[in-house]
């Protein structure tokens, strides 16, 4: 059974920092892209991050570029989003998702409320 479990989530100050955390089991992780998704109440999800299985490359919305940081470690089957110098527009519920390579399997984990007062 696949299982995405998401944690980091919390209330901070504009300006500070989080790091969302997501830990896959019943998959064989090395071989999924993964991303990280976001949807503020109102608007419809969006992708914030994306990286790449093999290769590594990586997309960032631009609203996100260069303040947060999608990183992966295999043996831990976890995928993490370093968000530094949040603002009060990334207040979001944040959703990781993996996608096998070949795109035949595309999993989302639970999701977890960021939230950023000013």
């Known amino acids: 059974q696949v299982q995405l479990v998401e944690s980091g989530g919390g209330l901070v100050q504009a300006g500070g920092s989080l790091r969302l955390s997501c830990t896959a089991s019943?998959?064989?992780?090395?071989?999924?892209?993964m991303g990280w998704y976001r949807q503020a109440p109102g608007k419809q999800r969006e992708l914030v991050a994306f990286?790449?299985?093999?290769?590594?490359?990586?997309y960032y919305a631009d609203s996100v570029k260069g303040r947060f940081t999608i990183s992966r470690d295999n043996a831990k089957n976890t995928v993490y989003l370093q968000m530094s110098s949040l603002k009060p527009e990334d207040t979001a519920v944040y959703y990781c998702n993996l996608q096998q390579e070949t795109g035949a399997y595309d999993y989302w984990g639970q999701g977890t409320q960021v939230t950023v007062s000013s």
């Open positions: 990286r790449r299985t093999r290769g590594g490359s990586t």
């Open positions: 019943g998959i064989i992780f090395s071989t999924y892209h």
